[in-house]
């Protein structure tokens, strides 16, 4: 998500701001800008480039915006513009627009109890999902219904409303899903990632805190509680994998962060190697501190094609599987004859893995160890990441030695709880601390719907 308040150029900062994000989701993408007047809607499927290739800037004018890409989670695979956000809702009081990244655990009880009071809901959508709690609010300001609204929810969840005099951004108790404030020149942003912020030039200010909402408006910046805050539970695979390296949450940088887990990798399983490989991108940052730990030489040994998006994005096997096979090359000069290491980030379906390690192989490679660095993933993520139910995880269901034989490496190993803690917890406070649900079954909030697909 990416947000903008006072600037001229709302629109195609936007714009700027989604591409620097455009991993967090590749279906759809949307901007609504708002010139104090109405708020103007621009959306469409696909990538930002293609969905802003059509967007008449001219018409988008405002200095005032919010903008979303749309990643669908839980099994969605209704390809449908209707649920890319953000969602605009008028009514004859007021207009707001909403964005949201995460999962509302309590939506399906939610949903009865709008619908048994004659509320019709048109996606399955959470942004959709608040603007009728806010919308059955009696309070007289939107603020205050944003904030009895929110009240209601559990589970992760960040959002960003726009009105025509305010922008909003919340973040949920725990503060599972990043959201950060930035400034630039005299206007606000507000991103999921700070990598939004340098590519527009925009210095960072703060986090928005677990249970608060921040109010942006012309007399400036303003911070409501809306719950009480709780221990820090940001999702540990916003590090492993799913964020852009150059990427800050909470403190801590994404890459740095990586390059940890690679180093403790190292020390909890060490392997007698020639080189060190990693699968490209999101695991580049770990194979080097595995490398740098193990004293072994860091080589590119896979290639990616970068013209297919991510291939975990993709929402059936099938497609997946030939994401993969088009992605990656072996680079035979640098594995022939040799042992190699090869690092992961993380295992889930076993797709990357499998493939990789018989390229490498038919690359001529001599042994290969695969070596994850991130605990192995048992349980379902309920808080927004496409990891919905037990069967499709492949250490659900199988063993380390049963893993290594499905996927044909000479030898296997996970990065450990703790050494994970330890290369992305840099401070043991509050504010710091993880959500490793999907690592250790530890729920931060419980799951109420008490459902394996929580769609
Ligand atoms: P697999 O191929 O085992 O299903 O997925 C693991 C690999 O793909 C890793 O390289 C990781 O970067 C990426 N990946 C694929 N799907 C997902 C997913 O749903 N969540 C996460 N965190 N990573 C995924
Ligand atoms: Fe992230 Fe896993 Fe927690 Fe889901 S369960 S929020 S993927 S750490
Ligand atoms: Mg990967």
């Known amino acids: 998500m990416f947000g903008i308040w006072g600037h001229t150029h709302a629109a195609e900062l936007s714009y700027y701001g989604l591409h620097a994000q455009q991993h967090r989701g590749q279906e759809g993408a949307g901007v609504v800008v708002s010139d104090g007047e109405e708020l103007k809607l621009h959306k469409g499927l696909g990538l930002v480039n293609d969905v802003f290739k059509h967007a008449g800037f001219k018409e988008l004018k405002g200095t005032a915006a919010i903008a979303h890409v749309r990643y669908s989670k839980h099994g969605d695979k209704r390809r449908a513009v209707d649920s890319v956000e953000p969602l605009v809702f008028r009514t004859r009081k007021t207009s707001l627009a909403i964005s949201h990244s995460g999962n509302i655990v309590n939506g399906e009880k939610l949903r009865d109890v709008l619908e048994d009071n004659g509320s019709i809901l048109q996606t399955s959508t959470d942004s959709e999902l608040l603007a009728h709690l806010i919308k059955r609010c009696k309070e007289n300001t939107n603020e205050d219904a944003i904030i009895q609204a929110l009240q209601q929810l559990e589970g992760a969840f960040t959002f960003l409303i726009l009105d025509k005099e305010n922008m909003y951004a919340a973040a949920d108790p725990h503060g599972i899903r990043p959201l950060s404030i930035g400034k630039l020149g005299d206007a606000y942003v507000v991103a999921s990632e700070t990598s939004a912020f340098d590519l527009i030039g925009a210095t960072f200010e703060r986090e928005v805190l677990p249970g608060e909402l921040i109010v942006i408006n012309d007399q400036g910046l303003k911070s409501v509680r809306f719950a009480m805050r709780e221990q820090r539970r940001l999702c540990a695979m916003e590090y492993v994998y799913f964020s852009r390296p150059d990427s800050d ?104 893995s499998r493939h990789i390690v018989r390229l490498l192989k038919e690359a001529g490679a001599k042994e290969v160890h695969v070596r994850i660095a991130s605990p192995a993933i048992q349980d379902p993520c309920y808080y927004g990441i496409d990891m919905s139910t037990k069967e499709e995880l492949i250490a659900a269901n199988h063993s380390p030695e049963e893993i290594r034989e499905l996927i044909e490496a000479d030898s296997i190993a996970y990065l450990s709880v703790e050494g994970m803690k330890q290369a992305i917890v840099q401070e043991r406070s509050i504010h710091q601390g993880i959500c490793h649900a999907c690592m250790t079954g530890e729920y931060p909030v419980p799951i109420l719907d008490n459902r394996e697909d929580p769609s």
């Not at 399983?269 to 080097?288: H, Q």
């Not at 599987?321 to 980030?345: A, N, T």
């Open 249 to 352: 949450m909470n403190q801590v940088n994404v890459h740095a962060s990586r390059k940890r887990m690679g180093i403790e990798l190292a020390k909890e399983a060490p392997v007698e190697a020639d080189v060190v490989t990693g699968v490209p991108d999101s695991s580049i940052s770990a194979a080097i501190g595995y490398a740098e730990q193990s004293g072994l030489p860091y080589e590119m040994g896979i290639i990616k094609n970068r013209y297919i998006g991510r291939t975990f994005i993709q929402p059936s096997q099938e497609l997946r599987e030939q994401g993969v096979k088009m992605k990656l090359s072996p680079v035979r000069g640098i594995v022939e004859g040799k042992r190699v290491v090869m690092i992961d980030d993380s295992i889930v379906r076993g797709t990357t």
